[in-house]
């Protein structure tokens, strides 16, 4: 979607740019939390934990844009809430809380 032609572009909606933009730095640091959860090291858990957080602050934002009016896809809304279910769920069970 960001560096596709301009088809692609047009195929996808009413993207907001912000989610766009955090959607694709925040795969670089999915890939950095798998590999510190598979290396069952202490900082997995806390890039989990931030990944979700930050995920929270994207669709608080999207809310945002999408209550002044401006037009988004909804499937975004479901996409931000999927990917904080994940990210919430993992950081849990990668916690020491959670592993008991």
Known sequence: MLFGPEPART???DV???VVWFNFFAGFAYLAAAVG???IRPW????AL???VATAGAAVIFTVVAATG????PRTGGALALRLAV???I???ASPRGNT
């Open 11 to 13: 195929l996808a909606g």
């Open 16 to 18: 907001v740019p912000f």
């Open 37 to 39: 959860l598979w290396r």
């Open 44 to 47: 997995g858990h806390r890039l």
């Open 50 to 52: 931030a990944i979700a």
């Open 70 to 73: 401006t037009p988004v896809e």
């Open 87 to 89: 990210w919430g769920t």
């Open 91 to 93: 950081a849990w069970f």
